[in-house]
């Protein structure tokens, strides 16, 4: 049964892997293509990614909580759950969504102008976060249906329906920034258009393809839509607070000037398109994993764990070798930005190399195995704390009191994620996660 698992993984992670590799590269599109406007342009757009990153990272969490019930009861062939929990969990989305989608329209300014100390990146950054207003609640009903149809095994249409997001969102920009026709040359809105034009294709295409694998129909419970509360609040407490964090950094970036935050916007999606490589056997593992806690097959989840953990822990380390070989290539790529941004970019690269072994361990741990488990306050609690109280403080100290240089500054997040490496390590081996939660309808999801 365990050699089954294993020649499903690759059939299961490599469409999840390319639909995040597919959706992260909507931002590296846009930030890409913003660059031909200039640097505050980008650290404009950089900033307001990073406000949406926050929202959508509260979306990720509850859709994670989703995915958890969804992968074990459809494991138990309980298919009237499964659509009850997808429609509860339509409902806290919009909740959730409801709050940016307002500031959006109409509190830009006021916000815009807590982020940054420059003017310039200020004005650009409200018109962009007012033009793209219905983004953040279609990126949140999109990853919450793609989600519910990878755990139900169908992981290929999602990956299609992002691919044609990407195209679209492509075209759409470079008609607004550099095509022939004058009457659409509207430059930063047009982007900002091209954003969420492409998301509203995408979930579009997500809701015609799950009514089609689920025969969706109206199933409403009270009881479910609660259920997804006591088991995603500390998925999503744990990804927004730690998505705050991210968002935290950049606000030092911004703080240290212009030119190290448009750096670091141009850097930020190119690694999440790395880690996004990987994400898929996380999300992977999860799905494995719990439908064997669904069927109590504990020794066959157990083993899965490891085989995640170390070889494909062993594989991101050989890719961040050949990544920073390829340093020059990549800094290249970005010939046409201001030389002081581009002189930040190679030490960054090379920090972002050197850590991705260690960011692809730990979201295995936290995504693929903890989570599967329902072991979700120790993520919550060991990712606040070394967040929150260590590396935040530590990168502000030291860029904003001690002037290090960028590289130095991005390092401290590495040397964060190597702390926690051990921790994960240890509760794996404490075996708290294995847990068949549909045996235990009234558990609360906080581990042990």
């Known amino acids: 049964m365990l050699a089954l698992s294993y020649r499903r993984i690759v059939s299961l992670a490599l469409p999840i892997s390319l639909q995040a590799l597919l959706t992260s590269s909507l931002s590296v599109v846009d930030i890409y293509m913003v660059s031909s406007l200039g640097a505050a342009a980008v650290a404009a757009v950089g900033l307001i990614s990073k406000v949406y990153f926050v929202a959508l990272l509260i979306a990720i969490g509850l859709s994670g909580g989703v995915s958890m019930l969804v992968a074990q009861y459809w494991g138990a062939s309980d298919r009237i759950a499964v659509l009850g929990y997808l429609w509860a969990g339509l409902a806290w989305c919009g909740l959730a969504m409801l709050p940016l989608t307002l500031m959006a329209l109409l509190f830009t300014q006021p916000m815009a102008s807590l982020l940054s100390p420059d003017a310039d990146v200020v004005s650009r950054a409200a018109n962009y976060w007012f033009w793209t207003f219905p983004f953040a609640a279609l990126s949140g009903f999109s990853f919450l249906l793609a989600s519910v149809q990878r755990a139900t095994g169908d992981t290929l249409w999602p990956m299609l329906a992002s691919g044609l997001a990407l195209l679209t969102n492509t075209g759409l920009n470079y008609l607004v920034l550099f095509g022939p026709f004058p009457l659409f040359n509207l430059g930063l809105a047009g982007v900002a258009y091209a954003s969420v034009l492409s998301r509203l294709l995408e979930l579009t295409l997500l809701v015609f393809l799950l009514r089609r694998h689920l025969q969706v129909i109206w199933v409403w419970s009270g009881e479910r839509f609660w259920e997804v509360w006591r088991y995603g609040r500390v998925l999503m407490l744990n990804e927004g607070l730690w998505s705050a964090g991210i968002f935290a950094f950049f606000l030092v970036y911004a703080y240290m000037g212009a030119t190290p935050l448009a750096a670091m916007s141009l850097m930020s999606p190119l690694e999440n398109v790395i880690v996004d490589l990987f994400i898929g056997f996380g999300i992977a593992a999860s799905i494995l994993i719990g439908q064997h806690l669904g069927r109590h097959e504990f020794d066959e989840a157990y083993a899965l764990c490891y085989f995640f953990l170390n070889k494909i822990t062993l594989v991101s380390a050989l890719l961040a070798a050949v990544l920073a070989l390829m340093t020059p290539w990549v800094v290249a790529a970005f010939a046409f930005v201001e030389e002081p941004v581009r002189n930040l970019l190679v030490g960054v690269w090379l920090v972002y190399c050197i850590g991705l072994p260690v960011r692809t361990h730990n979201m295995l741990a936290v995504i693929g ?80």
């Open 369 to 448: 195995i903890l989570r599967a488990g329902g072991d979700n306050r120790f993520v919550l609690l060991t990712e606040t704390i070394s967040l929150w109280l260590l590396a935040v403080p530590v990168s502000a100290l030291v860029a904003l009191s001690l002037a290090w240089p960028l590289w130095a500054v991005v390092g401290v997040t590495v040397l964060e994620e190597l702390g926690k490496v051990a921790v994960f390590r240890w509760r794996i081996g404490r075996r708290y996660w294995l847990r068949n939660l549909t045996s235990k309808p009234d558990s609360d999801a906080f581990g042990q």
